[in-house]
């Protein structure tokens, strides 16, 4: 094995030697090194297999524009997938393996599928795999597809760090003129930032002799000190990866390997874009043979990594930037043999690599070929931000034309490819003091692929698209580059097209006739690189992604083992105890109907409307009329959408003439509060309506059963509690260790209820109460699953569970006011509406099952006719511990007109009679609501 | 991430606002007779207008409802002020 180490110097320490292996076999590289310069220096050449024809790759780049050298890379028991060799450090350890290959790159078992290219061109899956069906093929097709394998190991530590930040001068690139424009921008005053993607500053610097009579590691180094002297930031290894809506810019930052990179969301005044330009490769015969590469990544990898790719180099280039570039790789000690494209059609000869270029009746023995179409610019992020592209016939290139808001590009980004312009171009831009321009010197002759040329050439590498690819697809009429894009897959691949889009393009428009600027780009879209979903997910789960509400008794029902879970967004008691919880909810409930339940219920709605015009808001507000409630008294009613569906349910109590009280369902108190405060601003007077939201300020607890009054006697309120002073719907104010307390006679559970509210900070003396005064009388706290099931029993519904989004409340049995109301509310004419007043409407019913049977699954439809369809479906099931038998509610079709039919139930197969029942199960009377 | 200027709050993230209606829907007077297709209208057509428009949006943590002039396709934001006197 030859080893392309040179003595030159360059970004690697010598001093820090790194083992690795590759396909399994042990190399040795050093610190600074990427996994593409190590293996390159061990005389590594396939470096991956193509994506269809599973062609043997080599590095055509050595950076982000290289699409072939993609690994699997495991290190310390983590793997990742699909990692560009030419962008990921080396570390100690690595173990790296080459995807869509087996068993190695270089002897790929499925290689031999090559040899049927001439049946695999674009279009190949959805011209044969028609007939009989396509589901028949798409299994083996997906196994085949794809590249690199997912760990089945789950990272539990890999989690992306996410940072808000702002500047006003963000520079985007670290080369030359990155750092002349971070530099003057740093030291005019302004807070600027500084990202480059490598690890270490300079960009194509390092190829240089010198900058300004410094060396360049020297001037790299004095422009860093001078940007962070003046104030300036400097993140390497941080790729500005999109441009987003007002100049929010994403940048990721990579760590070492195998941790998660973390995402900085970067606002910018100004954003100057220094990006650079990437080399084009060159469409020939065979033109993807391993050792086929860049100018630029050839001389990248002498001035970075000290890895001269190749003895005796065969050159093809079209442009004046060669002739510098070559002069350092022949001082190196390479044979340089130049091609001259004018003299005919070039062929690359050679199996596993390149042996040989032919050109016309000549051909010379290389072990490496160097090419370069021209430059183009780095406009991703220009496009990004909505900036438009010219085309540049000088350059063959499209430039930065008409710029977004506040950025600017400079440098090649911009199509300036002489460091002595780009230099003042940059300083000009950082300093804002304007510049001449320097009048460009670079020079090229057009080369782009030619239509009916002969051999297969390659235009997009990882993807396997070819020139024939392009033509076929011209041919078969998709003339759009959109089209020709998704047809081909050109540049849908993991380097989305860096190095192939701008050829196929020219393909395009050479086979059309058209020129190159006619046909136009495909849309840039972030992300720039890869980066992984987990960037934009971190730390965003769980309690820092949705907060818990707590309790003001939480520590109170922990003391007494509650089983806390979250209930619409609290934290609450589900049952109290351990063990077996079926058995806690089943006492509770027994408890609730024998004696009394006490139960926490503060996260019940408590939104006061106050203001002159409340009364008239309110019933506007409500489907029900509340106009007519006398202060003191409740009632229950419905909000409405616009759209005539049920949003919310709940009471509304009248504390005074002006003064109301919504209770709403805990888990709606966000959402109604923004719908009062919508109505309130929009369409009313503001100045004569008050909403105000005392959810989170009053706690709220419940004495729910035949014993409740016993217990509240017990606390010796300053009222009378007999059922003709205090009856059922009406609400008291009185005082409670001398605070305001509000009592109101309302029930969830169809049982004498009396809901309490108290400001938070006296909600653990009325708890405490609450409890000594029941335990005499064998009442206990119960938990929200009781309380589901108490509700259920009594045929009280939740809106979002027992309702759908075409609910409307006379699907309810409320059909009063639908008919009867007056005044204007919302949803109203949405209730007069055809399908409102269709003939098959979901309405609510309650299901029976026959003695014995089980509870019906919830979710479970309901199911006639044939063939079978379904008519309604059950939304709440439980066993009734109180009624010894199971309960259930459901939605069905005209389901009022048809109690005591009975009805098939079809759950997972399996089907089951039921017999449609009113929703209420106990005390349909009333008797013990009223008592 | 686009900011928005809340005429109580100040420039804000996006995600701090949901959008409320277009300016200048009127709700029909539903005391009388609304034909249905006047309905469907009031509750489905949106103008959805591709330049200049001006909208009702919440800023949610303040809960204020104001008006704002922005360029639907450059995103731009032009201002914003209180709906009182944007409705005027």
């Known amino acids: ?931 | 991430m686009q900011i928005f200027p809340c005429p109580f709050c100040g420039p804000r993230n996006e995600t701090e606002f949901h959008f409320a209606g277009e300016l200048g829907k009127e709700r029909p007077d539903t005391t009388q007779e609304v034909a249905a297709p006047d309905w469907a209208t009031y509750l489905y057509a949106q103008r959805n207008e591709k330049g200049p428009v001006r909208e009702v949006w919440m800023h949610l943590t303040c809960s204020e409802l104001f008006v704002m002039e922005r360029d639907s396709v450059s995103m731009e934001v032009v201002g914003s002020g209180s709906l009182r006197e944007g409705a005027e």
Not at chain 1, 391 to 405: D, I, N, S, V
């Open chain 1, 1 to 931: 094995m030859t080893s392309h180490r040179t003595t030159r110097a360059a970004l690697i320490d010598l001093g820090k030697p790194l083992r690795f292996t590759f396909d399994g076999t042990a190399y040795q590289g050093f610190e600074g090194d990427t996994l593409a310069s190590a293996l390159l220096a061990n005389g590594v050449r396939v470096m991956g297999r193509s994506f269809k024809y599973h062609r043997p790759r080599g590095p055509l780049g050595a950076w982000v524009d290289d699409p072939n050298a993609i690994m699997g890379v495991t290190l310390n028991g983590r793997s990742l997938p699909n990692c560009p060799a030419t962008t990921t450090p080396l570390e100690d350890g690595m173990q790296a393996r080459a995807v869509n290959a087996w068993p190695s790159a270089r002897f790929d078992i499925k290689g031999g599928l090559d040899l049927f290219h001439r049946w695999l061109g674009a279009g190949f899956y959805y011209k044969t795999f028609m007939w009989p069906d396509w589901h028949l093929f798409e299994p083996m097709i997906r196994k085949m597809a794809g590249l690199g394998d997912i760990s089945r190991n789950v990272l539990e530590d890999y989690c992306a760090d996410q940072v808000h930040d702002h500047c006003e001068t963000l520079v985007i690139g670290g080369g030359a003129a990155g750092l002349a424009a971070a530099r003057a921008a740093a030291e005019g005053g302004q807070n600027v930032v500084l990202v480059d993607d490598k690890p270490v500053l300079g960009g194509g610097v390092h190829q240089l002799a010198g900058v300004e009579d410094f060396a360049p590691r020297d001037w790299v180094a004095s422009e860093a000190h001078a940007i962070e002297a003046a104030g300036g930031r400097i993140l390497t290894a941080t790729t500005a990866f999109g441009i987003f809506d007002h100049r929010m810019v994403g940048l990721v930052q990579n760590g070492p390997f195998g941790t998660a990179p973390r995402l900085h969301r970067m606002r910018a005044a100004r954003i100057i874009l220094a990006t650079g330009a990437l080399d084009r490769p060159v469409t020939f015969a065979s033109n993807d043979l391993p050792g086929v590469m860049t100018i630029d990544a050839a001389c990248e990898y002498l001035a970075r990594y000290a890895v001269l790719v190749g003895k005796r180099i065969g050159v093809l280039s079209n442009n004046s930037l060669a002739d510098d570039k070559l002069a350092m790789l022949a001082e190196a000690g390479a044979e340089v043999v130049r091609l001259n494209p004018a003299d005919g059609a070039i062929c690359a000869l050679g199996r596993k690599q390149v042996r040989c270029v032919a050109q016309g009746r000549n051909s010379h023995k290389v072990d490496t070929l160097l090419v370069s179409g021209g430059m183009t610019p780095l406009v991703h992020l220009w496009r990004h931000a909505g900036g438009k592209l010219d085309w540049c016939t000088e350059r063959q290139a499209f430039l930065p034309g008409a710029a977004p808001e506040g950025m600017v590009a400079i440098g090649a980004a911009g199509g300036t490819f002489d460091l002595d312009a780009a230099l003042a171009e940059a300083r000009a831009a950082g300093s804002g003091v304007p510049a001449d321009a320097i009048p460009s010197r670079y020079k090229l002759t057009p080369l782009w692929p030619e239509p009916g040329s002969k051999g297969r050439q390659w235009i997009d590498f990882q993807h396997d698209v070819t020139l024939k690819d392009v033509e076929l697809a011209a041919r078969e009429n998709y003339v759009s580059v959109e089209h020709l894009k998704r047809y081909t897959t050109l540049g849908m691949a993991s380097d989305q097209g860096k190095t192939s889009n701008m050829a196929g393009l020219a393909a395009m428009a050479a086979v059309q006739g058209r020129p190159l600027p006619e046909v136009g780009t495909t849309t840039f879209r972030p992300p720039f690189v890869p980066v992984p979903i987990e960037l934009y997910h971190g730390h965003h789960e769980k309690q820092l992604w949705h907060p818990l509400k707590r309790l003001a008794l939480e520590q109170e029902h922990r003391e007494i083992g509650a089983a806390l879970g979250e209930y619409g967004g609290w934290l609450r008691p589900g049952w109290y105890g351990t063990g077996d919880a079926k058995a806690h909810i089943r006492q509770e409930i027994l408890t609730a109907r024998n004696a009394a339940g006490l139960f926490d219920a503060s996260p019940l709605g408590k939104i006061e409307v106050i203001g002159p015009d409340a009364e008239a808001f309110v019933d506007f507000i409500y489907y029900n009329t509340i106009s007519t409630l006398k202060p003191g008294h409740i009632r229950y009613g419905f909000m409405l959408t616009e759209g005539g569906i049920v949003m919310d349910d709940g009471v509304i109590a009248r504390l005074d003439r002006n003064r109301f009280v919504i209770s709403c369902s805990s888990s709606h108190v966000g959402s109604v509060r923004t719908h009062l405060e919508a109505w309130r601003q929009d369409g009313n007077d503001p100045d004569r309506i008050f909403v105000h939201d005392l959810t989170d300020h009053w706690a709220t607890l419940t004495v729910a059963g035949p014993k409740a009054r016993e217990v509240l006697t017990d606390l010796a309120l300053d009222m009378d509690l007999s059922p003709t002073a205090f009856p059922h719907m009406t609400m008291r104010e009185t005082r409670f260790a001398h605070s305001p307390l509000r009592v109101a006679r309302v029930s969830f559970t169809g049982d004498l209820s009396y809901e309490m509210s108290i400001r938070r900070s006296k909600a653990a003396e009325l708890w405490q109460a609450l409890v000594a005064a029941g335990e005499r009388i064998g009442a206990a706290p119960i938990g929200v699953e009781a309380l589901s099931i108490l509700r259920a029993e009594k045929g009280y519904i939740m809106i979002g569970k027992d309702t759908d989004g075409e609910t409307m409340p006379h699907d309810l049995g409320f059909g009063v006011p639908r008919q009867k109301k007056k005044v204007a509310f919302i949803g109203d004419r949405s209730l007069h509406s055809v399908k409102a007043n269709g003939a098959r409407r979901k309405m609510l019913v309650g299901l029976t099952v026959s003695v014995g049977d089980k509870a019906l699954p919830t979710g479970a439809h309901l199911v006639e006719g044939t063939p079978l369809q379904s008519v309604g479906y059950v939304t709440s099931s439980y066993d009734s511990p109180t009624l010894g038998h199971p309960i259930a509610l459901a939605l069905v079709e005209n389901g009022t007109e048809r109690l005591g039919e009975s009805i098939s139930v079809w759950h997972m197969g399996e089907t089951r009679m039921a017999t449609i029942s009113a929703p209420c199960a106990f005390d349909p009377e009333g008797a013990r609501l009223n008592a």
